[in-house]
């Protein structure tokens, strides 16, 4: 395990944008309907955590980062690595524009640390089926190295009070994707095998990856709250049968100090 200097750091961007919207309750799923006129949530966080190198190896880092989350009464959202707007008026059903960014995905033999930065555009859609069960989608266009990747996100939550200052929350979600997003991360054209010693593969759509997640959130105060967790994933079809996956299990668990502002 070893603290990543800078430049591998970015290389696990996007691990560190999912553990981020993870330890911090995303904008995206809270009832901003029931904010009061002209108002303003702010959340600033210290999250420290051991995340996957890149999907498909088994290699670990830790890191140490800060992070942000806003959400306006208007509807309008902001957390790590996404923004969007909350269009609904009905706080049990969520829908709207969403907007994300960071690092794309790194190949599993990628070696170069550089910056590679993605945007991909799209929608969410959640519904709250009760005070403590919810469900939640989104749809996104423009992952992969030629821009033309879709990945659909699926997931639902259950969440559990443990006394008056204490909760768990456990999720539980999958990624089905195109073969555009497939094939840029887990796949080897003929031009790549020529320069490496591995043979040509095709990597087809599907389900890319099923993951859980566990959360246990302690109330330090009204304004100061801990959470830790751990989620882990499993790399599914042409992704875990990729010669570029030496290891279908990735897992990453982490802990967030959470002030609200």
Known sequence: MTIPSPARYRASAAAITLLAAISVPAA?????TQ????????????????????EGRSGMKA??????????????????????????????????????????????????????????????????????????SSLLYGGGDDRKGVRLNLGGNYGLRLGTHQSLNAGVGMDVV?????????????????????????????????????????????KYSLGSGVTVSRLMGSAADSPLTDSPHNAAVFTALTYHW
């Open 178 to 222: 195109n073969h555009a997003y497939m094939q840029s991360i887990f796949g080897i054209s003929p031009k790549q095998a020529a320069r490496g010693r591995r043979q040509a593969y095709q990597a087809r759509a599907g389900i890319k990856d099923i993951y859980l997640s566990l959360r246990w959130n302690v109330e330090l105060s009204t």
């Open 63 to 136: 890191i140490v980062l800060p992070s942000i989350s806003a959400q306006w009464s208007n509807g309008v959202f902001a957390a790590p690595g996404e923004l969007g707007m909350q269009l609904s008026e009905d706080p049990m059903l969520k829908f709207g524009p969403l907007l994300t960014y960071g690092t794309r995905s790194r190949r599993a033999d990628d070696r170069n640390d550089k910056l590679r930065f993605g945007i991909e555009a799209g929608a969410f859609a959640g519904y709250q089926l009760a005070h403590n069960i919810g469900f939640r």
């Open 35 to 54: 904010m009061p006129e002209g108002t303003t949530d702010i959340d600033l966080s210290l999250i420290a955590a051991l995340v996957p190198v890149s």
């Open 28 to 32: 995206a799923q809270s009832p901003t």
